[in-house]
């Protein structure tokens, strides 16, 4: 056994364990030569043959093999994209396809755009007519099939990163289960990084049934073919931490630290949770790195999470300067999505946020919650690209061994349900209970979502889609109670600003955080707050921003995220062609604010919280499941308790937060949602029994 020793109070004690299979390959100096050694590049001709003659094919590989760059151009050189057809090929995260388009289109010498396109919610690289090959979130391709239910423009749909499972995956090939008996010409490949293909082909075996017994085929063949692309990955010896760490942060900071110290050159990665634990874990570095002086200034500390901006992106990927150690922050976007050269050593916080959603009490959150054991070895990999390298992992074998769960759990049975069976209703699929799911959901996340789309008007007694109000909410790409406020200030003559308010809740945050300045962002907030809330404090922010320029310096002065800013510049327009083509006509309120707190509660009444009278810190109940809830200490609303409020959403840490919250006047519960609320005298509203 190994041990790496922390100087400082010898924390981290590592010993190595097992090893991953290895095999060689050499270094190509052009993209060409690239490409043609790629593993995937053995499998060209047997890839390009199982998908003309099945309706599906799998292939499975490991990650950096090849299978995202490669597959769509080679069925591009094969003739998929003749006659103006389209090959489509979907990923779970919207980094991944801006980054693999932008790589594709390099290495066919095209421009981003033309030939090689992409699709992401709220912003479209396509030119029609002349792309070929278009990369897509399968959010994306799932809002495509309500114009367009057979996908009549695609030849080919490669679905990638199929053992995500996201819930927009599994959704998606549903769907196209569906869509291939009416399209036997479609093709399908499904890709993945992991043996859960062996599920998914299972899922598409399926459909023998549906053949019918003794009539001839002339089409492809339906059953799935398998194709596996070899690894190439080079032994990664596995380092285990000695006794369980508290703060995965820090031990992860001493482990860079250590390795930089004590290891030959070559790229770090480490697989943090989110924004905030990563741009801290920057910040850290490279406080350590300044202090520890030799190092100083050979450290490259590269953050990389959804949301950055074009030219951090580029930072990552571009190779590392020489006499520099590069040092990638990573979310799990990094495990499978994107391949990273010249990662030699990888550290393994062995947590992930996840998505996780209580029927009950109606919480999404995304939370920090342990990985499995599939991803756990996924990440070990990514040391294994170049040459021989390291994993460190910041728990114990014993964990790995004994508590670890083999595979996680699918993202549809951990969510939200609202948005994906809205879709299914639009998309004319109403026996939701009996759609052929990849993996069911739960019952309670199924009633709950009903029930919030039939008190939004959106369904019917039947549970079919209303007209116009269910189709038109399902046409917005916003969470339905948002896109159904956005109706209301149509008619309350407030349309303009509805549409600020919706774009800045579709970007991650507005404001800028920076770890130890908690005290002047609140002070920034505060020149910006709103008496009535979060929402018109964002419009406030708007303005500003429209008023200074569009300047980068005054977001900066500001503390506002310039380029979440730019993004909400880019959704708003996105949203504005949605909503006029919707019949939706453009009318600012001036200011009358009262209106657009009225948009929003006809949009979000079921979250309706009152605070408790005689509470000294500030609780509320919500009126529909008598939950405590508080303000969160990020909204300009917290310690000011409003007596009524509505709230965007809920989070729960150590007590269930409301963020985003608008005062309003509790009255207006029953005037925009009678058949939900009753008025029982003054101060007192009570949901109708249901
Ligand atoms: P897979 O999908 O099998 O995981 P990819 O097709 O994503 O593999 O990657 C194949 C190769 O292309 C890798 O060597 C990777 O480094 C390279 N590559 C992919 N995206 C980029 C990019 N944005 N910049 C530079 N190289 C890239
Ligand atoms: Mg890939």
């Known amino acids: 056994p190994r041990l790496v020793e922390d100087e400082d109070g010898g924390v981290l004690f590592f010993y190595s364990t097992s090893s991953s299979s290895s095999s060689s390959f050499g270094y190509a ?33 490991e990650t950096g093999s090849g299978k995202t760059t490669q597959i769509p151009q080679y069925l591009n050189e094969g003739g998929w994209a003749e006659s103006g057809h389209v090959i489509g090929c979907t990923q779970p995260r919207r980094l991944a396809v801006q980054s693999v388009a932008s790589r594709v289109a390099e290495e066919m010498g095209v421009k981003l755009g033309e030939e090689v396109g992409y699709v992401i919610r709220f912003e479209d690289v396509t030119t029609p007519g002349v792309t070929r090959i278009k990369f897509l979130t399968d959010g994306v391709l799932l809002r495509e099939m309500m114009d367009d239910p057979l996908l009549s423009k695609y030849s080919v749909i490669m679905i990638d990163e199929a053992h995500e499972r996201s819930i927009s995956t599994d959704i998606v090939l549903g769907l196209l289960k569906k869509i291939q008996r009416r399209r036997p010409e479609l093709r399908l490949i499904i890709s993945s990084a992991t043996i859960e293909a062996k599920s998914i082909a299972s ?6 049934k549906h053949r019918g017994g003794a009539t001839k085929e002339l089409g492809p063949k339906t059953e799935p073919a398998i194709v596996s692309v070899e690894g190439r990955g080079f032994t990664v010896e596995i380092n285990y931490i000695q006794e369980p760490v508290a703060d995965y942060l820090r031990a992860a900071v001493s482990t860079v630290m250590l390795i930089h110290k004590q290891q030959t050159v070559g790229d770090i990665l480490v697989f943090l949770t989110g924004q905030d634990d990563i741009d801290a874990g920057v910040q850290l570095l490279n406080e350590e790195a300044q202090s520890s002086g030799k190092s100083n200034g050979e ?19 571009s190779p590392t300067p020489r006499g520099k150690r590069k040092i990638i922050i990573s979310t799990n976007i990094a495990e499978t999505s994107l391949t990273l050269e010249g990662i030699v050593y990888v550290v393994d916080s062995g947590f992930s946020k996840q998505r996780f959603y209580d029927p009950l009490s109606d919480i999404e959150n995304l939370v920090v919650a342990p990985i499995s054991k ?7 990999g990514r040391a294994g690209r170049v040459r021989p390298g390291k994993c460190f992992r910041l728990y114990t074998e014993e964990y790995y061994v004994n508590e670890m769960s083999a595979e996680g759990i ?49 369904l019917d007694d039947d549970a079919k889609l209303t007209s116009p109000t269910g189709f038109q909410v399902a046409e917005i ?30 970007v991650q945050s507005i404001w800028i955080s920076v770890r130890g300045a908690q005290k002047q962002l609140d002070e920034a907030k505060l020149r910006f707050a709103a008496a009535e809330g979060d929402h018109v404090t ?140 009753q008025y029982q005298g003054p101060g007192s509203i009570a949901t109708l029994t249901r």
């Open 374 to 380: 599939a991803s756990a070895r996924q990440r070990a």
């Open 538 to 677: 964002f419009l406030n922010v708007y303005k500003g921003f429209l008023e200074s320029g569009k300047s980068s310096k005054w977001c900066h002065k500001n503390f506002i995220n310039y380029h979440a800013m730019k993004k909400v510049l880019e959704t708003r327009e996105q949203l504005k062609k949605t909503a006029q083509r919707l019949g939706i006509v453009l009318k600012s309120c001036d200011r009358d604010i009262q209106v657009i707190r009225k948009a929003i509660t006809a949009g979000f009444f079921a979250n309706a919280c009152h605070l408790e009278p005689y509470s000294h810190e500030g609780k509320y109940k919500t009126v529909r499941t008598s939950q405590d809830v508080y303000i969160h200490p990020s909204s300009v609303l917290f310690r000011v308790n409003p007596k009524w409020v509505v709230y965007h959403s809920l989070v729960s840490t150590d007590r269930r937060y409301m963020r985003n919250v608008v005062t309003i006047d509790p009255t207006w519960l029953v005037e925009v949602a009678p058949h939900y609320y």
């Open 29 to 61: 100096n052009n993209l060409q030569q690239q490409r043609q050694r790629l593993p995937v590049f053995k499998r060209r001709d047997a890839i390009l043959f199982l998908v003309e003659n099945h309706a599906t094919t799998i292939v499975v590989g």
């Open 477 to 506: 790409p916003l969470d339905p109670m948002l896109s159904k406020a956005l109706l209301a200030s149509n008619e309350l003559g407030c349309s303009e600003e509805m549409l600020t308010i919706s774009a800045v809740l579709s």
């Open 410 to 458: 699918p993202e549809m049975q951990r969510s939200n349900l609202v948005s994906c069976i809205i879709q299914l209703k639009a998309l004319g699929i109403d026996n939701i209970l009996g759609f052929g799911w990849p993996s069911s959901p739960s019952p309670e996340a199924m009633i709950r979502a009903l029930e919030v789309l039939y008190s939004l008007g959106v």
């Open 299 to 317: 450290l490259l500390v590269l953050p990389l999470y959804s949301g950055l901006s074009r030219a951090e992106q580029d930072l990552v990927f």
């Open 203 to 208: 899922f598409f075996r399926a459909s023998k």
